[in-house]
């Protein structure tokens, strides 16, 4: 017998049981489940090929581990299985092939497809239809009892509905959080989350956390006898009061299971709660009974498994990207790893805080999680594998691509490059936004273009896109004649545009296209928006002190206004807005008293601005008077002419909601 292989099977069972307790017993999970799955799956395969050396300690003899031991322990007459685990459609069509040949059956067979919810299996115990007994799986034949806690949840009902109840039903099924309910909670998933609500001391903690279940199964029954259909068991129990996965479905052959498959698939991210594949049952309990068990598995059945969304890799190393204002983004660039359906090999990491926080460093093993069309990101390190010589990150001092100094000033996230337009990274960002959809959405411009026109010189900032010629683009790699000819055409037909969209495409911190909409409309002339004070812009909806600020100093700046008039003489035009907005045209304010935030003056200023008329005297036609303090004898007019009468709080709010 090969020495490595005996030390391969003893290192695969201590690291799997090391990771079933961590995950099991302590709710802490260490790694992602698709490389726990493999782990096994190699000891299962070994296990195989020298059956010799199987132990009894062995985690593929048994389901789970031992529970923790704070809860009363309970016994389940008849053991809470596993499913065997299929990643690929071949997968499923050898357990269809082998099941059929098994039982000697050449037509097809009934399967209910269900999904496989990402919770924790309980049993749950009615006696004469009240709810006695509850428990966790533990390791399949030992749980924990968790009544108290189950109680808590309000789909499980304490009693069944209806009448004439078995003696005994135990029924079986997938405790999970919802995921509305999970965002809130600080765990690393949903799973997590559920185990670590439910297996609470304290059923009050339980209770708080918003829990939901899903029943799947019949453990112990006396007294009654159920349908021969695992679909009629379902619909039994349904009628019980119990809850019941809504995408549970009888299909006829495999096929239509790869079928279902698909299509939950499909569903997956729209679903309020999460799955980690599906489940087909052979329907009929007879032909279950002919299959039987395999030591922790049914034969009757398999999960098919959707690609995980978690996955483990190597960080090769941590860059520093400059967006383009200047931000500094850390970038894990990873060994390429497969996950959730599609291959990766960055990850970003946000900010230095959240490098430091999650303590990344160069070298280590990570878990990436890629949920749908999320960006992926690095969830945890697994520290135990880490290099004793890996290094903490630190911010760099200058900017790796124009050697400026880096700054993070006290209190902020944000990381920033000072070099602004001398930055070559920060003249590329500017130029793609400029160019991007919602900007002036020039056609063709594309990253690796600007990328190469910003490296050779022929464009150093977005008012000399409009002076690009076909030579000059005919000097780029893989450029034709043609090729050159479209971009200089779509560079023409984005001259053609709006006030709004030119505003956002100027690129100005935190204007995204909200906000340069609401400039536009309220403005509606670029030059009068240059010139605009802090006190005029902050009237506008959405627009707080800090956008403001960011408006007014970039159009300080000699160098954009040269570049917003050089833009202008290049061509670049749109229609007039017409409708500059007045939300509080033709009202009547009459203000008294002095205010605290602005002289009487600037109200009226603000209130002129957005339409409204300031009257010195109180009449019927007066919409409100603003009372400050020491108000005049116009307050008493008000009161008895019922006019609206406002404080100065309430006119700040008009201010700033109607803007
Ligand atoms: S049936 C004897 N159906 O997945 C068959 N299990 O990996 C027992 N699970 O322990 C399981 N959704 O915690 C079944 N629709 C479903 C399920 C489901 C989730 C869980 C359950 C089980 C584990 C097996």
């Not at 030591?295 to 520093?320: D, G, Y």
């Not at 001259?495 to 340069?516: D, M, Q, W």
């Not at 807005?577 to 205010?595: C, K, R």
Request: net charge positive; proline share 5%; charged share 25%.
């Amino acid at each position: 017998m090969a020495a490595n292989i005996i030390k391969r099977i003893t290192e695969l069972k201590n690291q799997l049981n090391d990771y079933s307790y961590c995950y099991y017993v302590l709710d802490q999970p260490k790694i992602p489940d698709a490389e726990y799955d493999r782990l096994f799956l190699e000891l299962q395969q070994l296990e195989a090929e020298h059956p010799e050396l199987i132990t009894i300690d062995s985690p593929t003899r048994r389901v789970g581990s031992k529970p923790a031991g704070f809860f009363k322990q309970i016994h389940h007459t008849i053991p809470m299985l596993s499913l065997d685990n299929a990643f690929a459609s071949d997968d499923v069509l050898n357990f269809d092939r082998r099941i059929r040949e098994r039982l000697e059956i050449e037509y097809e067979i009934e399967y209910v497809c269900e999904p496989k919810i990402d919770g924790i299996a309980v049993s749950l115990f009615y006696e004469n239809g009240i709810l006695t007994k509850a428990a966790t799986r533990g390791d399949g034949t030992v749980g924990e009892d968790i009544l108290q806690n189950v109680r808590t949840i309000p789909s499980i009902p304490l009693m069944l509905r209806g009448s004439n109840f078995p003696q005994v039903l135990e029924v079986r099924g997938e405790v999970y959080m919802p995921l509305a309910g999970f965002k809130k909670l600080n765990f690393v998933n949903p799973r997590n989350a559920a185990a670590g609500s439910l297996r609470q001391l304290d059923p009050k903690i339980t209770a708080s956390r918003s829990l939901d279940i899903f029943c799947y199964a019949v453990g112990e029954v006396i007294g009654v006898t159920l349908p021969i259909r695992h679909s009629g068991v379902l619909l039994k129990i349904k009628e019980y009061g119990l809850k019941i996965n809504p995408e549970i479905k009888v299909v006829t052959g495999i096929e239509k299971c790869l079928d279902y498959y698909q299509s939950i698939g499909k569903k997956r991210d729209k679903l309020p709660y999460e799955i980690d594949g599906v489940v087909y049952k052979i329907n009929d309990s007879q032909l279950q009974n002919k299959l039987g068990f395999v030591s922790r598995a049914p034969r009757w059945a398999i999960a098919h498994k959707f690609p995980a969304q978690e996955e483990l890799t190597k960080v090769l190393n941590i860059e520093f990207q400059v967006g383009r204002t200047g931000a500094i983004t850390p970038v894990a660039r990873l060994e390429p790893v497969f996950v959730g359906g599609a291959t990766v090999s960055n990850a970003t990491l946000h900010n230095i805080d959240e490098v430091w926080r999650k303590d990344v460093r160069v070298g280590d093993t990570v878990i990436i999680r890629r949920a749908g069309d999320v960006i992926p990101e690095v969830v945890s390190v697994v520290k135990e594998r880490r290099s004793y010589d890996a290094k903490p990150v630190t911010l760099p001092k200058y900017c790796p691509v124009c050697g400026c100094e880096i700054v993070k000033p006290e209190g902020e996230v944000v990381s920033r490059c000072t070099g602004g337009l001398y930055c070559s990274a920060q003249r590329k960002e500017t130029i793609k936004h400029f160019a991007s959809r919602g900007a002036l959405d020039i056609n063709g411009l594309g990253d690796k273009l600007v990328d190469q026109l910003v490296d050779k010189n022929l464009v150093n900032n977005v008012a000399e896109l409009y002076s690009l010629t076909e030579a000059k683009i005919a000097t780029l790699d893989r450029h034709g004649e043609k090729s050159a000819q479209n971009l200089l055409q779509a560079i023409a037909a984005s001259k053609n545009t709006t006030l709004s969209r030119f505003i956002y495409a100027l690129g100005i911190r935190e204007v995204g296209e909200t906000t340069a909409q609401s400039l536009a409309k309220y403005f509606g002339d670029i030059h009068k928006l240059m010139e605009a004070e802090i006190s005029n812009l902050e009237i506008i909806p959405d627009i707080g002190p800090v956008v403001a600020a960011h408006i007014v100093i970039f159009f300080r700046q000699k160098h954009n206004q040269e570049l917003i008039e050089s833009l202008l003489k290049s061509g670049i035009h749109w229609p007039k807005e017409l409708s500059v907005v007045q939300p509080l045209a033709g009202q009547i304010f009459v203000l008294t008293g002095s205010m605290k935030s602005m002289s009487r003056e600037d109200a009226k200023e603000k209130l002129h601005a957005l339409g409204a008329k300031v009257s010195e005297s109180v009449s019927k036609k007066t919409a409100y008077v603003v009372v400050g303090a020491d108000p005049g004898s116009k307050l008493a007019k008000a009161e008895k002419l019922g006019i609206k009468i406002i404080d100065e709080r309430k006119l700040l709010d008009i201010l700033k909601k109607k803007g």
